[in-house]
């Protein structure tokens, strides 16, 4: 079957640096996605990987290795607007996407 | 650009009438349209995918008859919820995609609409 593993929870303190890491086992492989959710919201786009590396965009960075079946989403200087859950989510050879459960990141002051 | 509409944002009916659930995409082409429901607390569960112009494809345990999805064109897929009941109260978001490039690459999301059946 495909899974998805990411933690369900995380805590970070406001300022620092999280890794949020997903595991997958997918039928196929065509992208890796990573989405923030903030409660009673839609998901909104952050990043997307294909290749093994690493893809910076400000504050967020996304790394990819296929051979491991592993990414992590690495947020910086966290600000407590960062607070929501965040989904990893693979597209397999039928180009569907597969979701992740979701790691539900909590910011302390 | 590429944004992703959904109207009503919010909708409470009573038990066995049915709701409709308009997603547009206002400024491209979406070829490929999914629906997803989501409980509190849990993550997305796709319900269906359609593409314009041909039957959408329900995902395993998803009722056709009772979530009617419409893709009439290349901009507007509607989903019917028939004879709701209170188990069907969720946070409904569709999400769409483009024929190439960033369009292609990425889904998105409208801003969801959340019905309450009581």
């Known amino acids: 079957g495909q899974n998805i593993d990411q933690p369900t929870e995380m805590t970070a303190t406001e300022g620092a640096i999280v890794q949020i890491n997903c595991t997958y086992q997918?039928?196929?492989?065509?992208?890796l996605f990573w989405y923030q959710q903030h409660a009673g919201e839609a998901p909104t786009f952050l990043s997307y990987?294909?290749l093994d590396g690493l893809e910076e965009k400000g504050r967020f960075s996304s790394f990819l290795s296929r051979s491991k079946g592993y990414s992590y989403l690495l947020l910086k200087e966290l600000q407590m607007k960062d607070s929501a859950s965040y989904l990893c989510?693979?597209?397999?050879?039928?180009?569907?996407?597969?979701w992740g459960a979701g790691t539900k990141l909590i910011i302390k002051p | 650009g590429a944004v992703v509409s959904q109207h009503p944002s919010w909708v409470i009916c009573k038990s066995g009438t049915s709701v409709k659930i308009e997603c547009r995409s206002l400024?491209?082409?979406?070829?490929?349209m999914f629906w997803y429901r989501q409980f509190p607390k849990q993550s997305l569960m796709l319900m269906a995918t359609?593409?314009?112009?041909?039957?959408?494809?329900?995902e395993q345990g998803v009722e056709k008859d009772k979530f009617l999805i419409n893709h009439a064109s290349l901009t507007l897929s509607t989903l019917t919820v028939t004879s709701a009941h209170p188990e069907d109260s969720s946070f409904y978001i569709c999400?769409?995609?483009?024929?190439?490039?960033?369009?292609?690459?990425?889904?998105?999301f409208g801003p969801g609409t959340r019905l309450t059946v009581l």
């Open positions: 999400s769409a995609t483009g024929t190439s490039g960033d369009l292609y690459n990425e889904q998105f």
């Open positions: 400024d491209f082409q979406a070829t490929t």
């Open positions: 359609s593409n314009e112009g041909s039957k959408a494809t329900y």
């Open positions: 997918t039928s196929g492989f065509n992208g």
């Open positions: 990987n294909v």
């Open positions: 989510a693979v597209r397999d050879s039928n180009y569907q996407l597969i």
